[in-house]
């Protein structure tokens, strides 16, 4: 994990099956050496904590191809191990979702979507009234995010680009249910990161991913910028 560490996110593990769960969320598929290395204990240690969990129907293994000799075997969490992170009141909100639809119609919770989106992009603009640069725009929000229990973290790319993940999503049943939080949750970020840093998500929990993730490509300095005799000539040439 980051050097920010398993223990900064709001919810935060303190036995060591909640680290190794915590570990494989953040992380995805790992080996027994790589959970030992990363949890400070013994492969053996991990290994009967992972027969505990796998029994217990929480973690389950599977075979990874590597280069060379036999595929290593690595574990993940299942969907009754992803279910240990909280989940904002699930069942109510996808009760009040389909309530909404049923007796106002979609157009009452398009509404309401709009304005959370409004309210939260409000709280976030205000937190990063003072921040200036994309880099530092992009780690305010991780902050916040993962304050909100999203498990978020953000690092740059070798390309330049910055990424920003959230390895858990709190309000995962309800974005179910209707894809405006999705929806609203991407042009929030966009709006609060700035317009010349072109938001993409480029991985979706909903789409069978296991965490969403956003790829956030600043504007070149000014240095870096094309050449003026170099633009519009896609267009002349009738690309």
């Known amino acids: 994990m980051s050097s920010r560490g398993l223990e900064n996110h709001a ?6 099956t909640d680290k190794l769960l915590a570990f494989l969320k953040t992380h995805g598929p790992q080996t027994t050496a790589e959970l030992g290395q ?3 204990t013994t492969a053996e240690n991990i290994r009967q904590q992972l027969s505990r969990l796998g029994a217990e129907g929480l973690v389950e293994a599977r075979s990874r191809p590597r ?3 036999r595929p290593a075997q690595v574990w993940q969490l299942t969907a009754a191990g992803h ?3 909280p989940d904002a009141h699930a069942d109510l909100a996808v009760q009040l979702i389909r309530s909404i639809g049923e007796n106002l119609g979609p157009g009452a919770f398009d509404t309401l979507i709009a304005a959370r989106r409004a ?10 009234r003072d921040v200036v640069g994309v880099k530092d725009r992009v780690a305010r929000v991780a902050a916040i995010r993962n304050r909100e229990g999203y498990m978020a973290d953000w690092w740059e790319e070798a ?5 920003l993940v959230e390895n858990h999503c709190p309000i995962c049943a309800a974005a179910a249910a209707h894809d405006g939080f999705c929806r609203a949750e991407l ?3 966009q709006q609060v990161i700035g317009p010349d840093a072109p938001v993409r998500r480029v991985e979706h929990i909903l789409a069978d991913a296991r965490r969403c993730a956003y ?3 600043p504007a070149p300095a000014q240095g870096d910028a094309m050449p003026s005799g170099l633009h519009g000539r896609g267009d002349e040439d009738g690309r």
């Open 215 to 217: 790829r956030i490509e």
């Open 83 to 85: 279910a240990r992170f």
């Open 119 to 128: 309210d939260t992009e409000a709280n976030y603009m205000a937190e990063l």
């Open 38 to 40: 990363a949890l400070g």
């Open 159 to 163: 390309d330049g680009s910055l990424l």
């Open 187 to 189: 042009a929030v970020f």
């Open 11 to 16: 919810w935060s593990p303190r036995t060591v």
């Open 67 to 69: 280069g060379v000799g």
